[in-house]
């Protein structure tokens, strides 16, 4: 799915051109195709779900810095505001497992080295605008990869 939005930083419009890829096994040949030329990205799990947390370390972090080396990466915490929900806590507790904490998350992306790690949550739109906003600045001002060093050309 393929979202176009604007948003706004100060009085600056930025438009992201938003790429939502399968995570099925079967596109797992296809996927890094849509990959070439991406600015930012932005790895998502969702917060009731230690099975997709796990997979931003052991999947999709290393295949989007193996296809896109240098490219910044968010990592994204989603559907924060059922991290609290009863039900959802009851039905985690049941499998022996509880929702994934903030410090978890940050402590994931600080391992991985991606450039930020976010929540939010869709359906209420809590911190959601944030996340863009730091992509933006993410894709504005890539970090640069360790071990090399920007040069720069000099004429006399």
């Known amino acids: ?62 295949e989007v810095h193996h296809h896109c080396p240098g490219v910044p990466c968010l990592i994204v915490g989603t559907q924060v505001d059922l991290r609290d929900d009863p039900s959802v806590r009851e039905k985690l507790s049941k499998q022996k497992m509880a929702p994934v904490r903030r410090e978890d998350g940050e402590r994931m992306a600080k391992e991985l080295g991606a450039v930020k790690y976010c929540e939010c949550s869709a359906l209420t739109q809590f911190k959601l605008k944030d996340v863009f906003d730091e992509a933006i600045v993410a894709a504005l001002e890539p970090p640069t990869v360790k071990g090399h060093k920007k040069h720069k050309c000099i004429l006399l």
Not at 42 to 61: D, Q, Y
């Open 1 to 62: 799915m393929t979202v176009v939005a604007t948003i706004k930083i100060g009085d600056e419009p930025y438009t992201l051109g938003l790429f939502d890829t399968a995570g099925q096994e079967d596109y797992d040949r296809l996927r890094p195709l849509s990959y070439p030329q991406t600015d930012v990205f932005l790895v998502c799990f969702s917060v009731t779900s230690p099975a997709s947390f796990e997979n931003v370390r052991e999947k999709w972090f290393p």
